[in-house]
T-cell receptor
């Protein structure tokens, strides 16, 4: 089984819909992250959490929200999806400043 | 401006043709530079961490090196299975005094038989 699991793997939805992407991990790491990846751009940080009670905005948090339900679960929500949020979304975990470990991503298309 | 720049954007090699990928960065205090491999439909997979200028790490046909302003990923006698996108990420103190991890856009490597 994968150490970092993202669901769903693919999602197509319409403008204005609320969407939740979920991430769970079995690595026992305290830190979890949400990124988006667009063609020609590096991974950009949306939100990060250093423990269950610590949530922080990344560089592109507008239009997104997160919830850290447990040490192992971190979900990303798009309250009212818009087409420019079409992207590949990745969840990652790390042990302090050690290398991050990534899930296999969610491909999200907003029509 | 905080920058992590990878070059080239894309590279096509023949099997056995060695080459290097570049990651250049501007940071006031480097805390670590990471190399990842990303296959289509997959998340980035960690390869190496480098912490200080002069450091080198090797794994099979890959060797990563670090200077004060850039890192190279050398690929020796590549095989088709080395085809992937290679990402670098820099963790450090960037402009404005912020401690950040910034990813480059990646180099798409294609190795043909």
């Amino acid at each position: 089984d994968a150490d970092v699991t993202q669901t769903p793997r693919n999602r197509i939805t319409k403008t204005g819909k609320r969407i939740m992407l979920e991430c769970s991990q079995t690595k026992g790491h305290d830190r979890m992250y949400w990124y988006r990846q667009d063609p020609g751009l590096g991974l950009r940080l949306i939100y990060y959490s250093f423990d269950v009670k610590d949530i922080n905005k990344g560089e592109i948090s507008d239009g997104y929200s997160v919830s850290r339900q447990a040490q192992a679960k971190f979900s990303l929500s798009l309250e009212s999806a818009i087409p420019n949020q079409t992207a590949l979304y990745f969840c990652a975990t790390s042990d302090r400043d050690q290398p991050q470990h990534f899930g296999d991503g969610t491909r999200l298309s907003i029509l | 401006e905080d920058q992590v720049t990878q070059s080239p954007e894309a590279l096509r090699l023949q099997e056995g043709e060695s080459s290097s990928l570049n990651c250049s960065y501007t940071v006031s205090g480097l805390r670590g530079l990471f190399w990842y491999r990303q296959d289509p439909g997959k998340g980035p997979e960690f390869l190496f961490t480098l912490y200080s200028a002069g450091e080198e790490k090797e794994k099979e046909r890959l060797k990563a090196t670090l200077t004060k302003k850039e890192s190279f990923l050398h690929i020796t006698a590549p095989k088709p299975e080395d085809s992937a996108t290679y990402l670098c990420a820099v963790h450090g103190w960037f402009s404005g005094g912020y401690n950040k991890l910034i990813f480059g856009a990646g180099t798409r490597l294609a190795v043909h038989p």
